[in-house]
């Protein structure tokens, strides 16, 4: 068994996020073990990039912290590989298709193979032009995720059917970011999914308190935590270890109550 597919077993997966190098590669080498060992069973780990298009400011702000401190794609890998070696739990790569057609997208999906990445999700990627990606990550054995939007509707039959790993739930239109409030359908949306296929569905964008996390996991099979993390890095800086897994720990304890 594949370790997404386990980390969605006879269970609700909690998926973190953190910006990779923010504040710096040190910190987030040092965090993601903790995060892990907090509850989160997938941590996505977003790649610094100077437009990324889907992020809401905190994210936005997170990518400039991590590049200002000389953060690299292969400075990345390495930090990967070394995290590899604690960590269980899959890992996957956000980032855009940019940075990726500047590395090389072979050199780049053969490097996330060799440094233990278990998917890319690449947002800006639309499902239709996904063709040559998907090729070099089965190659690969690296899961191409995709993503659906509320506004995906006759679409969603076409991409669940098709979807590896876990699909992407995008809870509400516009960027990332906390969000009071999660308004859309989301009980509609995963139906859709389901009619098709059995790949779990987590939600994401917005998800900030236990009691969202709890409501998403409820109707769904997972429930991503980004920009909620990302915020308490940014208040703490390197010393953001302790508060994050506090807060991971309470998410966690509240999608297990499910």
Known sequence: ??????????????????????????????LIPQIAEAGADLIEIGIPFSDPIAEGIVIQEA??????????????FDMVKRVREKVEIPLVFMTYINPVYTYGTERF??????????????PDVPFEERG??????????????????????????????????FL??????????????????IKEMVDQVKAVSDI????????STPVQ????????????????IV???AQHGKNCIKPVCAYVKEIKAAVATV
Do not use: W
């Not at 990550?137 to 006759?154: D, F, N, R, W, Y």
């Open 1 to 30: 068994m594949s370790r997404i597919k386990s980390a969605f077993e006879n269970k609700k997966a909690l998926i973190a996020f953190v910006t990779g190098g923010d504040p710096d590669l040190e910190t987030t080498e040092a």
């Open 63 to 76: 990518d400039e912290r991590a590049l200002k401190a000389q953060t690299t794609t292969d400075k990345l």
């Open 109 to 122: 999906i053969k490097k996330c193979a060799e440094c233990g990445i278990d998917g890319v999700i690449i």
């Open 132 to 165: 040559e990606v998907l090729d070099i990550c089965e190659a690969q054995g690296v899961a191409l995720i995709s993503m659906i939007a509320p506004t995906s509707k006759e679409r969603i039959h076409m991409i669940a059917r098709e979807a590896k790993g």
């Open 168 to 185: 992407y739930c995008v809870s509400s239109l516009g960027v990332t970011g906390v969000r009071s409030k999660i308004t859309t359908n």
């Open 200 to 207: 779990p569905c987590a939600i994401g964008f917005g998800i």
């Open 213 to 228: 996390a709890k409501e998403m996991a409820a109707v769904a099979d997972g429930a991503i935590v980004g920009s909620a």
């Open 231 to 233: 915020k308490i890095i």
